[in-house]
């Protein structure tokens, strides 16, 4: 797709919400991802979140972001929502620990 910054990679990560909420991404890229949630979520909302790695090839790892949503669309059973990420940082798990 055109406008595109980064090239996009389907998936099935399962997605940790500040605040207790989970999600699962669809795709995501270094720039943006898109997640189907049912957590409220509205256009320009900030949301922080987490992504686990669990099969990284040095050991198991969490991506903990900050996003903008640009764009929440209803999806029947839940929402589908767009977002920017501004930041994220990288964290080493335990071996055999998840977070989620």
Sequence with gaps: MQG???ERFDS???IKLEGGGKAVARNVSASGVYF???VALEAAQLV???LE???FPSGP???NCSAR???VEERGVGRGVAASISTFE???LPAGKSSH
């Design 4 to 6: 595109r910054k980064e």
């Design 12 to 14: 099935e990560l399962a």
């Design 36 to 38: 189907v949630t049912d």
């Design 48 to 50: 922080r979140f987490s």
């Design 53 to 55: 790695f669990l099969d």
């Design 61 to 63: 790892i969490e991506v």
């Design 69 to 71: 949503v640009v764009r």
């Design 90 to 92: 990288f964290r080493r």
